[in-house]
């Protein structure tokens, strides 16, 4: 089993940046795959990103390609969301997850029910 618990979340205006942690404590880090995921009022839970084990691969949803850059630092059990060029509608509650699959399909990647432990989110909120 493994705990993780975001920060980094807050308000900021259209075109900042916002730097989201998800620090993780039990099981071997390095043993899952991670994701992040997002939620707004009233909407479905949807993928943002996610990063393999050894943080050679990564995958983007298309909505924030080229904005957004997930990492991992598995020596201090961490993984990071940098979020650049923010719009009002990356407003949500953000959720890092870990995953026991391997590597999979981008439909694997990005489907919340294959992610088995969730942080509690974080907020963030981008004004026009």
């Known amino acids: 089993q493994v705990q993780l618990v975001e920060s980094g979340g807050g308000l900021v205006q259209a075109g900042g940046s916002l730097s989201l942690s998800c620090a993780a404590s039990?099981?071997?880090?390095?043993?899952?795959?991670m994701g992040w995921f997002r939620q707004a009022p009233g909407k479905e839970r949807e993928f943002v990103a996610a990063?393999?084990?050894?943080?050679?691969?990564?995958y983007y949803a298309d909505s924030v390609k080229g904005r957004f850059t997930i990492s991992r630092d598995n020596a201090e059990n961490t993984m990071y969301l940098q979020m650049n060029s923010l719009k009002p509608e990356d407003t949500a509650v953000y959720y890092c997850?870990?995953?026991?699959?391997?590597?999979?399909?981008?439909?694997?990647?990005?489907?919340?029910?294959?992610?088995?432990?969730w942080g509690q989110g974080t907020q963030v909120t981008v004004s026009s």
């Open positions: 997850a870990a995953s026991t699959i391997a590597w999979g399909t981008t439909v694997t990647l990005s489907t919340p029910l294959k992610y088995t432990y």
């Open positions: 990063i393999s084990k050894t943080g050679r691969m990564t």
């Open positions: 039990g099981r071997t880090f390095s043993s899952y795959t």
